[in-house]
């Protein structure tokens, strides 16, 4: 009954012939495929392996020259700043409402009108709103000029 192991080995030999013929196909398309790539986009990768080099190269140098420990100089003691608070009176002489005041405060820690408004969970349109009548109320035309007028009028810390 050599028959059936025969057939069964035949069967095995055409299985494997099979995979490798596909495996082989498959690697030539892949890397074909890579070749296309590599020449289709050549310029880009040149161009990111020329900018990891000079990043890498930049990086180098700069530890070399640098050094790796920082150096101090001289430490400075400084004394804790009073914080003054707004002067109310001249806050109400100028008519400037709590909400405008708030607003001119968030705007002298240099806070955008997105952040600001994100803050006080308004609009940027409120906060531009706001802004504006700060500006006219104070005389200023940008925002440090409002900021530093602010302080000069006691308004701000």
């Given at each position: 009954?050599a028959?059936?192991s025969l ?8 299985v ?5 013929i596909?495996?082989?196909?498959i690697?030539v398309?892949?890397w074909?495929?890579y070749?296309?790539l590599?020449?289709e986009h050549?310029?880009?990768i ?10 890498a190269?930049?990086?180098w ?9 920082p150096?101090v ?10 914080r ?11 008519g ?5 005041l708030?607003?001119l405060e968030?705007m002298?820690?240099g ?8 803050k006080?969970c ?7 709103t706001?802004s504006s009548?700060v ?7 940008r925002?440090t000029q409002?900021v530093q ?9």
């Amino acid at each position: 009954m050599a028959g059936p192991s025969l057939k069964l080995d035949l069967m095995k030999r055409h299985v494997l012939i099979y995979g490798l013929i596909g495996g082989i196909l498959i690697t030539v398309l892949k890397w074909t495929e890579y070749r296309f790539l590599v020449i289709e986009h050549s310029v880009e990768i040149y161009g990111a392996l020329t900018g990891a080099a000079f990043a890498a190269l930049g990086i180098w140098l700069g530890v070399r020259l640098t050094g790796r420990q920082p150096r101090v100089v001289r430490e400075v003691p400084v004394a804790a700043a009073e914080r003054s608070l707004p002067n109310g009176r001249k806050q109400v002489d100028r008519g400037i409402t709590r909400r405008e005041l708030e607003i001119l405060e968030l705007m002298a820690l240099g806070m955008s009108n997105r952040e600001i408004a994100g803050k006080l969970c308004v609009s940027e349109n409120t906060v531009k709103t706001h802004s504006s009548r700060v500006f006219d109320k104070l005389g200023a035309k940008r925002r440090t000029q409002a900021v530093q007028l602010g302080r000069e009028f006691g308004l701000l810390p």
